[in-house]
């Protein structure tokens, strides 16, 4: 190792030590880990409608960004179809909901402006946050008195912008749910804006999968960001906006302005899958009653109370633990990951049990068997 790696090997190795090291591992055994959550990505309907778009000469490559050759008619329609389905008036597709996160949060909050975002908010904010020309101050988990106060201490204090409350609707690592409508009621009160990411609810919650934001969407003071590598079994993500801040974005934003843009094929299967939330309840239902099934089980076997979603926190404390139980039940033939700080919380380190129509109530039943032996194998 010659010395100009040596400062890198030493923060491996510092990582190594704290039991925090992250490597690639390839998919294996029963999905509990993916997003996967209607199980879209391999659905043969989904698959055919993104062959049917080959042969009708949907390129898999833009070529270009939106601004130059790469605008294909199918991101255009994607656009229109997801704005009538999410009850907006404009609709952009990013490449990911990274991307959508850091384009929103650097560019449109405006100097003079305050953004208040919960404490777990996903790290894609955090890079938008960072950028952002606008002060920014964290509040307490799903606490919307915090929010308030946070904005009445600006004001207080001289600040004349605008307040951006910003949210997830339904939380990567605990699955719970944010309080919208008393966010959407201080942001209203504020005359300030509420961005609500749906990453995790898109699909799975709302009338025919529109999210947790159904109701809200529409108004000139909310954006909503539907990601579409997660039940929708695609990739990208849609900022659902007011057209004038769509216009904006697309002029001001310099991750939208100079990116190439989001391959026209994934567009074309955007399109299928909104189509299937519409066609096929029946998925919807099926994951509700896997997510009823797991709650049971976690509550009966472990005193765990569930989340009440499709994502389901097993806290674990230790790092080290966490990663020997997971390292456990994958031996076991189960795809549950580890997930430690800085992701999550110092002391919190968890199994992450995501459900999704990917497994069923048999499968569910053996690993929660398993969990059991792990948990006591390894108590320390």
């Known amino acids: 190792m010659t010395a100009i790696l040596s400062d890198y090997t030493a ?16 998919q294996r055994g029963m999905d509990f880990t993916s997003n996967d959550f209607l199980a879209l990505a391999g659905a043969p309907r989904l698959k055919a409608a993104i062959m049917a778009a080959m042969e009708r000469g949907v390129p898999p490559g833009a070529g270009g960004s939106r601004l130059l050759r790469g605008n294909h008619s199918e991101h255009e329609a994607l656009e229109v179809e997801a704005a009538e389905f999410f009850s907006t008036e404009r609709v952009l597709y990013f490449g990911s909901g990274y991307a959508a996160n850091s384009a929103l949060f650097s560019t449109l909050p405006r100097r003079e402006d305050l953004i208040v975002h919960d404490a777990l908010i996903h790290a894609s904010a955090h890079e938008g946050l960072a950028a952002s020309k606008a002060a920014s101050v964290s509040a307490e988990h799903n606490d919307a008195n915090t929010f308030d106060e946070a904005i009445r201490n600006w004001r207080r204090k001289g600040g004349r912008g605008r307040p951006w409350i910003a949210v997830e609707s ?10 919208l409508a008393a966010l959407a009621d201080i942001a209203e009160r504020h005359e300030g804006f509420l961005v609500i990411d749906e990453a995790h609810a898109t699909g799975v919650f709302g009338r025919n999968g529109r999210g947790l934001a159904t109701g809200l969407e529409g108004r000139d003071n909310v954006l909503a960001l539907h990601t579409c590598g997660k039940a929708l079994g695609v990739s990208g993500a849609l900022l659902a906006v007011p057209r004038v801040l769509a216009d904006y974005l697309v002029n001001r934003a310099r991750a939208f302005i100079y990116s190439t843009a989001p391959s026209p094929l994934m567009a074309a299967g955007v399109r299928e899958a909104l189509r299937m939330l519409d066609d096929e309840p029946g998925r919807r239902e099926a994951l509700e009653r896997l997510v009823a099934f797991v709650g049971h089980g976690l509550r009966s076997r472990f005193g765990m109370e569930p989340s009440g979603s499709q994502i389901q926190p097993v806290v674990i404390g230790d790092n080290a633990r966490a990663l020997r139980i997971a390292d456990t039940l994958q031996a076991q033939g189960f795809d549950i990951r580890a997930i430690r700080p800085p992701t999550v919380p110092e002391g919190t380190a968890r199994l992450r049990l995501s ?5 069923g109530q048999e499968q569910i039943e ?10 006591e194998k390894h108590r320390k």
Do not use: Q
């Not at 510092?14 to 690639?24: D, E, F, H, I, Q």
């Not at 068997?369 to 948990?375: G, N, R, S, V």
């Open 355 to 359: 459900i999704t129509l990917n497994v």
């Open 11 to 26: 923060t491996l190795e510092g990582l190594r030590r704290k039991a925090r090291l992250r490597s690639l591992a390839p």
């Open 366 to 375: 053996s690993m929660l068997d398993c969990l059991a032996d792990a948990m």
């Open 170 to 179: 339904l939380y990567s690592m605990d699955g719970d749910r944010a309080p």
